[in-house]
Every structure is written in structure tokens, then in C-alpha cells.
């Protein structure tokens, strides 16, 4: 059984949203509905109460004594809001809480998902796209709308989807803590090499992959510590958070966390090489046409070392998962590269995708094969960032428990 606050926000959907609580509260959950104070205007509280079995109100001065604006948000295991209106997904984007459920939004630690509905000139409004990213880069899983009749006569994007769509795609959510005890240590982002005391060289990853797979592991019940190197998106609340920016600061960080770690997940892009010297003050131009010439010298593998030093530290990892980025040419698959990138580097599992400049870094989706040491086979997947980190928390939750069977 979960707590799940079902927040319900003014759209003419509000209806699908009396299924979709009849369909939670019959898989057991608790639900505490909290309306805006316009769903009165479609759905009244009654029925709200009555299928619920709890007290339902839109007011943060109703029950003060019992600090429900705070209190709901901290007990609740998933806060959901069926339908989001483009105006209850603005103020959430901006924190704004002047009522019990953006108050809600604001307090809780829980997962949050929205299922929008709107007119399909709101939804593919600039200012609605803009909210949409700031709550998904924040964590907020953010339902895709149907396509089909609007409440007039028109139609296209910005439908609900049906309340058994929505069940569907939040039972993840509702699952056990597949990582519940487990310590998982992540790196993420791209790492950031030093020339003089304004330049550096740097890499195209955004840390959007490494940010959902530190959310889909404490999602799943895990003690998280994210390693963020540059990243172009906010670390996920509720995990330890270590910052590094150059490969070298990366790899101290890495040795200095790993040690007590059940797992590390090596999603970083490591720069393979550094500027040889760090100059103190800005390169000048010297004249009209020369330019300098840099050297550049090898970086430390930190995963092979990592790997490696396990045979003398029995305190590091023993689950470890290499992110190998990679292109296909005429000697070979993406999938080719990737098998010999596991046998290289020697750990556990190694999560392979295909880059390029229009594919991976940077965009929403990706698309992954998941390759395990000592087996044939692989999984696959694809999605949005944080849809593929969940499969990759999953692999790794199934793999470990055999991992451990085996090792003990
Ligand atoms: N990695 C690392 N240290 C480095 C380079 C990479 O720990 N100096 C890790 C990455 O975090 C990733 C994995 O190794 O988990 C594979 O990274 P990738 O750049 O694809 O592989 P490389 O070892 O750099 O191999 P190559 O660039 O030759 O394909």
C-alpha cells in the first residue's frame, strides 16, 4: 500500500480523474485528493470524499492544526496531479504555492507526476513548453498528452490520456524499492580540462543521462551520491551531491566516495586527454597570425583503475557499470565496439549508446543496449533519459541479486 496525493487541477478531464482514483484505491493505495478550488466547477468534493474515504479540501486554512500543506507532501510515497493545467504546471515550474496543492507540490520529496491536459494551442504554447522542461529537468515525470477530440469540436495534442494509460504508466512508481539498502555511487556530466585560467576543453555531455539514473536509483529505494562534473541540469534532490570538474578531480572524488559503495555507475564523460600544463595567466595572441600549439597528455582511465584496485580493496564496488559512448565505422557495430569495451574495461555491465553530433548528448531521448560480463545476451531499450535510467536500475537491481548469489 502507498500514500498518493491525487491532485486534481480545473480542466473538464477532471472526470477521467474519478476513474483513475476508483482504479488506485482498488489496487489498495491510500489517496488524499486534493482539487483546486475551480474543479469544484466540474467534480464536487463529494464524490471526491466518497471514493477516496478521506477528507478532501482545495483550502490551506481547512484542518490548520494538522499542517496539511506541508504534512500531505512529506507522508506521500507519489504525488500525482491528473489533469495539470497549463496554470498549475506555470506555478509549480515557479514554486508558487498558494493553495493546498502547489503548496503540496512545494513540500513534498516524493516522485512527482503530471498528466497534462489543455487546449492544443496552451500545450504547444512557448511559455507551457518552457514549464514542461523545467519540471522534467527537476525530476517531474511529465505525461505526454493524447491527440484526439478536445472538449469542443476541435482536436489534437493536449488530450488526457485514459485513466488506464496514466495506471499503466506509473507502476514503477507503485513497485518495492528494488534497491531499497543499496548504495549506489554515479558520476555524470562531462568533465571540464583546464588550458589557462579562462579556457578549457570540454565535451558535449549535458549530465541529463547521469541526473535521471541518480533519480531512477533513489526512486527504487537507493542511497544515492552523484559525482556531477559540468552539468546543464539541476542534480536531483535527495541524493549526496559531490562536485568535480577536471578528469583528475573527478577520479580523487571517485576513490574518495567508492569504498562502502554497493554499486558505481561510471556515466561521467571523462576527457581521455588533458592540456599538459595548466598555464597561470591567459594564453595572449603574440602577433597577427600564430597560433599556440597545445600538448595534450593522457588522462587516467578512473573505471579500469577502479576496476583494477578491487583486488587489493575489498571496500570498493564489486557491481560496476561503464557507459561506453560510441560510433560504428566499417571495422565494426556499435554493439562490436561495446563487447570489446567490457572486456577492456573488466566490470560488471556496460550500458552502450550510439553518439553523434545530433544523437545522445544533449537530447531528451536515448537509445541503449545493455551488455553484462560473462553473458550473451543484452537488453535494449529506448525512451526518454529518465525511461531508459529506470531499465538500467532495474538491470542492475536483477543483476546484482545474481552477481551476489554468485559470489558468496
Ligand atoms: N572513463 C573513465 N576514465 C576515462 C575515460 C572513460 O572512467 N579517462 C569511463 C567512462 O565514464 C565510461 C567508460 O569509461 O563509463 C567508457 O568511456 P568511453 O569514453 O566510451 O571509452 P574510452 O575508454 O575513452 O574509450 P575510447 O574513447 O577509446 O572509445
Known amino acids: 500500500m502507498k ?41 464536487g468534493n463529494a464524490t471526491w470524499e466518497a471514493l477516496s474515504g478521506n477528507p478532501v479540501t482545495s483550502n490551506v486554512f481547512d484542518a490548520v492544526d494538522s499542517v496539511n500543506h506541508v504534512r500531505l507532501g512529506q507522508q506521500a510515497d507519489l504525488v500525482m496531479v491528473v489533469p495539470a493545467t497549463a496554470d498549475v504546471m506555470a506555478k509549480a515550474a515557479a514554486g508558487i504555492a498558494d493553495d493546498l496543492l502547489t503548496g503540496t507540490l512545494l513540500a513534498t520529496r516524493a516522485p512527482v507526476v503530471m498528466a497534462p491536459a489543455m487546449h492544443t494551442e496552451m500545450w504547444q504554447h512557448q511559455a507551457t513548453v518552457a514549464n514542461v522542461q523545467t519540471l522534467r529537468d527537476r525530476g517531474v515525470r511529465v505525461i505526454e498528452p493524447a491527440s484526439g477530440r478536445l472538449t469542443g469540436k476541435d482536436s489534437g495534442p493536449g488530450r488526457l490520456p485514459e485513466p488506464d494509460e496514466i495506471f499503466a504508466a506509473i507502476q514503477d512508481l507503485l513497485a518495492d524499492p528494488v534497491l531499497a539498502g543499496t548504495k549506489v555511487l554515479i558520476t555524470a556530466g562531462g568533465t571540464r580540462e583546464p588550458l589557462d585560467p579562462v579556457r578549457f576543453l570540454g565535451n558535449r555531455s549535458s ?14 529505494g537507493a542511497e544515492v551520491t552523484l559525482i556531477a ?14 562536485h568535480a570538474s577536471s578528469a583528475l578531480e573527478l577520479r580523487e572524488a571517485v576513490f574518495d566516495c567508492a569504498e562502502g559503495q554497493d554499486v558505481l555507475i561510471m556515466n561521467a564523460a571523462v ?46 564496488p564489486p557491481f560496476i557499470v561503464g ?78 541479486k545474481s552477481h551476489a548469489a554468485v559470489t558468496k
Do not use: W
Open 3 to 43: 500514500r498518493i496525493v491525487l491532485g486534481v487541477s480545473a480542466g473538464i478531464a477532471a472526470y477521467k480523474s474519478v476513474l483513475l482514483l476508483r482504479l488506485l484505491r482498488e489496487a489498495g493505495h491510500h489517496v488524499d485528493v486534493i482539487p483546486t478550488r475551480n474543479v469544484a466547477n466540474f467534480v
Open 207 to 220: 549530465g541529463r543521462q547521469g541526473v535521471a539514473l541518480a533519480q531512477a536509483a533513489r526512486d527504487a
Open 229 to 242: 562534473t559540468h552539468l546543464e541540469v539541476p542534480a536531483p534532490h535527495g541524493v549526496r551531491l559531490v
Open 271 to 316: 576527457a581521455d586527454f588533458r592540456p599538459a600544463r595548466i598555464e597561470n595567466s591567459k594564453i595572449k595572441k603574440r602577433d597577427e597570425h600564430s597560433a599556440p600549439v597545445i600538448e595534450l597528455v593522457r588522462n587516467p582511465d578512473i573505471l579500469a583503475e577502479l576496476v583494477g584496485a578491487r583486488s587489493r580493496n575489498p571496500e570498493l
Open 323 to 400: 557507459f561506453a559512448a560510441e560510433t560504428g565505422d566499417e571495422q565494426g557495430t556499435v554493439l562490436e565496439y561495446g563487447r570489446a569495451k567490457l572486456n577492456r574495461k573488466g566490470c560488471e555491465m556496460l550500458v552502450v549508446n550510439e553518439v553523434g553530433a545530433s544523437l545522445t548528448f544533449g537530447q531528451e531521448t536515448n537509445s541503449i543496449q545493455v551488455l553484462f560480463a560473462g553473458r550473451a545476451d543484452s537488453v535494449q531499450a529506448s525512451g526518454s533519459k529518465l525511461e531508459v535510467a529506470r531499465v538500467v536500475i532495474e538491470q542492475i537491481s536483477n543483476a546484482t
